[in-house]
């Protein structure tokens, strides 16, 4: 029995993901598993080494067009430079560090100073989905980023709560 080209074409189209996992308006066609071992492609291990993920989705139009509450391109190079200089006057000075992102453990314990609140809030977070200590280490660095960039002294529970979500891929149930 000879088989056509078409019958792999639509074998392999079949092990493909449809892409629509997650999307606001278009219906996920793949089942549970397939997705699951799409997602199951980056290993937890790798996955956290990541600063930030975040699940995107497609955005309108109309959003995309609306010049209403944007913030300026100017404004935000404004703040990261900010930053940017904060990082460099407290931690990089002449250590070989360049951002945040680069602390090392010591360096963390003195900038990533975290109130009874934020200590709370990260514990909760931890517990909830069973992050690693590289995960909390990554969520400390973002924060205190975050701060930076806010022109915040102190890391708050606003920022730890902003560096949290954007850990996405860590939740539990992330596949649906």
Known sequence: MRLSGKFYADRFHESLPCGFHNHPEKECLCSAGMVQKYLNRI???LLDRIDIHIEVTPVKYDKLSDAGNIERSVAVRERVVRARAIQNETVCIGKGIYSNSQMTSSMQRKYCHLDEAGGKLLK???EMRGLSAR??????????TIADLDGAENITTEHISEAINYRNLDRDGWAG
């Open 43 to 45: 290993s937890g291990p």
């Open 135 to 144: 995960a909390f280490d990554r969520i400390l660095k973002v924060s205190r």
């Open 124 to 126: 909760t977070a931890m």
